[in-house]
């Protein structure tokens, strides 16, 4: 087995990627890896054409993007305790491409992801952002589920 050198997570501060995360950032310790925590901004609808009030469209996808970068830096300042070797990425797109292009882009050796779990009709309605990374990742995936309770 190959050396887990580059470790890659994906957050969406959901309680599932905070689970997921754990599972990363447990491995990245074990392993000495670096850990780059990215988190996605899905691509918003756009709205250009169409009245929103008191807010432009270039004004609501700043703030959008403020926003993550404010709750990144939190995340990251409760939750990695010591660990130092790690990098932060926010991005604007389709969440399971941005996950493999980042994960091409930095010769990620593992991606560690949350999966929700979805079965039956949601999972052909909605997909699955975990089952894409698995499907077109040019390196092992790791997916976490929330234990039952």
Same mark, same amino acid.
């Given at each position: 087995?190959?050396p887990? $050198?580059?470790?890659?997570t994906?957050i969406d501060?959901?309680?599932?990627s905070?689970?997921?995360f754990?599972?990363?950032l447990?491995l990245? $310790?074990?392993f ?6 990215i988190h996605?901004i899905?691509?918003p609808?756009d709205l ?6 008191h ?17 990144m830096? $939190?995340?990251c300042?409760?939750r990695?305790?010591?660990f130092t ?6 991005v604007t797109g389709?969440?399971y491409?941005?996950?493999t292009a980042?994960?091409?882009k930095?010769d ?5 992801i949350?999966?929700?779990g979805?079965t ?5 309605l909605?997909?699955?952002t975990a089952?894409r990374?698995?499907r077109?990742a040019?390196c092992?995936?790791? $997916?976490?589920?929330?234990?039952a309770?």
């Open positions: 087995m190959k887990f $050198t580059k470790i890659l994906a501060f959901s309680e599932n905070d689970c997921a754990d599972y990363a447990t990245a $310790t074990q000495n890896a670096e850990l780059t925590i996605v899905n691509e609808v250009r054409g169409f009245y929103v009030p807010i432009s469209f270039e004004q609501l996808e700043k703030e959008i993007e403020e926003s993550a970068v404010k709750m830096e $939190t995340f300042s409760e990695l305790n010591n070797n790690f990098k932060t990425a926010i389709i969440p491409d941005e996950i980042t994960a091409v930095i990620a050796s593992l991606i560690v949350g999966t929700h979805r039956g009709l949601d999972r052909i909605f997909g699955s089952e990374v698995v077109s040019n092992p995936v790791l $997916t976490v589920r929330l234990p309770n």
